[in-house]
């Protein structure tokens, strides 16, 4: 039994001084705040629904974009192959990624700014993706929103078939799958 004992501490023993180590090579918790941190300002207070951020990946057969929202959006899409645009200007404009084709995304009652006028949308204005059907996305300039809540969004897409737009709860969010 005692030859059990010893080889049962001959193993126990660097575990334990491996999960001590890990243990203190932790960082240690920080106060900050989520908006601190960088991430979404969690704690906007939105009567109207705030677009939080995007994100992108891909999977097999298409890829996805996420805008991350703090509640539902009535939602309207548009494609077109330039990649023109009207923004409030009136002056017709291209979006800054080139591509095949293009998707805008016009979402209602919906803001990047919250009820205090702080900026919610923490994602740049313009991200490019280097996956097969998505090349980017790219927030437009709005006029005013104080009024009239849209938000627009123009989507740069490679050589893609078909897209299908869909909106998620539990967090909400709007996706967008783009298909090869």
């Known amino acids: 039994m005692r030859a059990s004992q010893i080889k049962w501490t001959r193993i126990a ?14 960082p240690a918790a920080s106060a900050a705040t989520p908006v601190e941190a960088g991430a979404a300002n969690v704690t906007a207070i939105c009567t109207h629904t705030c677009v939080l951020g995007t994100r992108a990946a891909t999977h097999t057969g298409y890829d996805r974009l996420v805008f991350d929202l703090t509640s539902s959006t009535q939602v309207t899409t548009e494609t077109n192959t330039t990649g023109a645009y009207t923004p409030w200007s009136g002056k017709q404009e291209l979006l800054q990624i080139k591509g095949t084709s293009y998707l805008f995304i016009t979402m209602e009652d919906t803001d990047v700014y919250d009820d205090a006028g702080n900026l919610t949308f923490t994602s740049p204005t313009l991200q490019s993706f280097n996956l097969p059907a998505l090349k980017g996305v790219q927030l437009l300039p709005a ?11 123009g989507i740069t897409l490679g050589s893609s078939t078909g897209y299908q737009v869909f909106q998620l709860t539990q967090p909400n969010r709007l996706v967008v799958d783009i298909y090869r």
Not at 18 to 26: I, N
Not at 143 to 153: A, E, H, I, L
């Open 143 to 153: 006029f005013d929103n104080r009024f009239d809540k849209r938000v627009q969004f």
């Open 13 to 26: 023993a660097p575990l334990a001084a491996a999960a001590v180590a890990s243990l203190l090579a932790l």
